[in-house]
């Protein structure tokens, strides 16, 4: 069972950056698609950034393209979420997630709810951004 674990998160204000990081365990394949999304308060639960553990590929939702870089270290199954410029409207609770890289990276950012569906699919809990103005 793929196990996750999210951390990072904090208070910063407008402009700033913030990395977060998503340590991730028990793997039984090479490939699978490493996701971060984030719920705000009375919202509905968005997709921000996924990542292929086996050939890097990315997909970025267009609110944070250009601002949000995803990453993996391979050797220590982590996958990082460099946040710049950030903005209040960032703020929120940001959650890991990983699925058997089966399916379209765009496909998991753009309909969030496809990877809340899946069975093979691992969550972690989440870590709180928050953004002041």
């Known amino acids: 069972e793929v196990q996750l674990q999210a951390s990072g998160g904090g208070l910063v204000q407008a ?7 998503c340590a991730a365990s028990g793997f039984t394949r090479d490939d699978y698609a490493i996701g971060w999304f984030r719920q705000a308060p009375g919202k509905e639960r968005e ?12 997909a970025y939702a267009d609110s944070v393209k250009g ?4 990453s993996i270290n391979n050797a220590r ?7 710049s410029s950030l903005k209040p409207a960032d703020t929120a609770i940001y959650y890991c997630a990983a699925v058997p890289n ?8 753009s ?6 569906g899946l069975r093979d699919a691992s969550w972690g809990r989440g870590t709180l951004v928050t953004v002041s103005s």
């Not at 402009?15 to 990081?21: N, P, T, W």
């Not at 601002?67 to 995803?70: L, N």
């Not at 199954?77 to 946040?83: K, P």
């Open 47 to 58: 997709g921000v950034s996924c990542i292929s553990t086996k050939d890097g590929e990315t």
């Open 111 to 116: 309909f969030p709810e496809v990877i809340g």
């Open 15 to 21: 402009g700033r950056s913030l990395r977060l990081s």
């Open 102 to 109: 089966d399916y379209s990276l765009r496909v998991l950012v």
């Open 67 to 70: 601002r949000f870089t995803i």
């Open 77 to 83: 199954n982590t996958v990082y979420l460099q946040m």
